[in-house]
């Protein structure tokens, strides 16, 4: 693991932000190929977030498993600070995962992670995107039977 991934994954920001004055490349994979900006998402690690991104991180990483997005991973593990501080920085909210079609979105849903759904909502994630299963974020809401993220995505519709 480089120490750039091991500070982040201590979310010791004071550590990232005195290795990248030191040289250390924000966008080094470590030995399982994670980037830190995935992993730092994933991890809810907003203000290592935005240092990264301050610091030249590629908002394109991509996790190695899923070749899923930072925005992706902070959707799955309802990290809502993390999503607002990507889409912030430009992320691309309505990429899909190269294996199951998923937005962000769809993995928020996924998860039933009400405040990154509503984060996304309010940032305009695509509604009539569909996974490779054919469902929409409102289709695959009411398949998990999220009610409350149903209405907020039919709410999200009438605007």
Same mark, same amino acid.
């Given at each position: 693991? *480089?120490?750039?991934?091991?500070?982040?994954?201590?979310?010791?920001?004071?550590? !990232?932000? =005195?290795?990248?004055? =030191?040289?250390?490349?924000?966008?080094?994979?470590?030995?399982? =190929?994670?980037?830190?900006?995935?992993?730092?998402?994933?991890? /809810?690690?907003?203000?290592?977030?935005?240092?990264?991104?301050?610091?030249?991180?590629?908002?394109?990483?991509?996790?190695?498993?899923?070749?899923? *997005?930072?925005?992706?991973?902070?959707?799955?593990? /309802? %990290?809502?600070?993390?999503?607002?501080?990507?889409?912030?920085?430009?992320?691309?909210?309505?990429?899909? /995962?190269?294996?199951?079609?998923?937005?962000?979105?769809?993995?928020?849903?996924?998860?039933?992670?009400?405040?990154? !759904? $509503?984060?996304?909502? !309010?940032?305009?994630?695509?509604?009539?995107?569909?996974?490779?299963? /054919?469902? *929409?974020?409102?289709?695959?809401? %009411?398949?998990?039977?999220?009610?409350?993220? !149903?209405?907020?995505?039919?709410? $999200?519709?009438?605007?």
């Amino acid at each position: 693991m *480089t120490a750039l991934m091991t500070a982040v994954n201590r979310n010791n920001v004071s550590l !990232v932000h =005195q290795l990248i004055q =030191q040289g250390a490349d924000v966008n080094e994979l470590d030995s399982n =190929q994670d980037a830190p900006l995935v992993m730092a998402a994933y991890k /809810g690690y907003h203000e290592i977030v935005k240092v990264l991104l301050e610091a030249g991180a590629d908002v394109h990483a991509l996790d190695p498993s899923m070749k899923a *997005t930072a925005l992706h991973a902070a959707a799955y593990a /309802g %990290r809502a600070e993390a999503a607002k501080v990507l889409i912030e920085n430009h992320i691309d909210i309505n990429r899909q /995962g190269p294996y199951n079609g998923y937005t962000a979105l769809h993995d928020a849903i996924w998860q039933n992670n009400v405040e990154v !759904v $509503k984060v996304l909502l !309010v940032a305009n994630a695509d509604l009539s995107i569909r996974s490779k299963e /054919g469902k *929409t974020p409102l289709e695959f809401a %009411r398949s998990k039977n999220h009610k409350e993220i !149903v209405a907020m995505i039919e709410e $999200k519709m009438k605007d």
